[in-house]
């Protein structure tokens, strides 16, 4: 069973920092890529930044130069670095992971999200 598991979240100053983990659990199954999304209350879920097997990674720009994706030497792990967030930022974070399935095709598995709150 691959099962992503975030951690991290919490509440946070404007300008403040805060790194994000997800670790995914399970055997016998290779990571693809893996990405963050986020979903603010009232809002549609958005990717946030994604990396590949290959390492090439994407962002959206509105966290471009604050925040930075990258996965851990065991392959199964993904980290978000937040720096400088704002309160736009707000939202429940989940990790993504896509899995190669035996019938040629891909499978995304998610997390249950950690929230994230910026506010005095």
């Known amino acids: 069973q691959v099962q992503p598991v975030e951690s991290g979240g919490g509440l946070v100053q404007p300008g403040g920092s805060l790194r994000l983990s997800c670790v995914v659990s399970?055997?016998?199954?290779?990571?693809?890529?893996m990405a963050w999304f986020r979903q603010a209350p009232g809002k549609e879920r958005e990717l946030v930044a994604g990396?590949?097997?290959?390492?090439?990674?994407t962002y959206d720009d509105s966290v471009k130069g604050r925040f930075a994706i990258s996965r851990g030497s065991a392959k199964n792990t993904v980290y978000l670095q937040m720096n400088n967030l704002k309160p736009e930022d707000t939202a429940v974070y989940s990790c993504?992971?896509?899995?190669?399935?035996?019938?040629?095709?891909?499978?995304?598995?998610w997390g249950q999200g950690t929230p994230v709150t910026v506010s005095y």
């Open positions: 399970g055997s016998g199954f290779i990571i693809d890529g």
């Open positions: 990396i590949t097997s290959a390492g090439d990674i």
């Open positions: 993504n992971a896509v899995v190669p399935t035996m019938s040629g095709g891909r499978r995304a598995y």
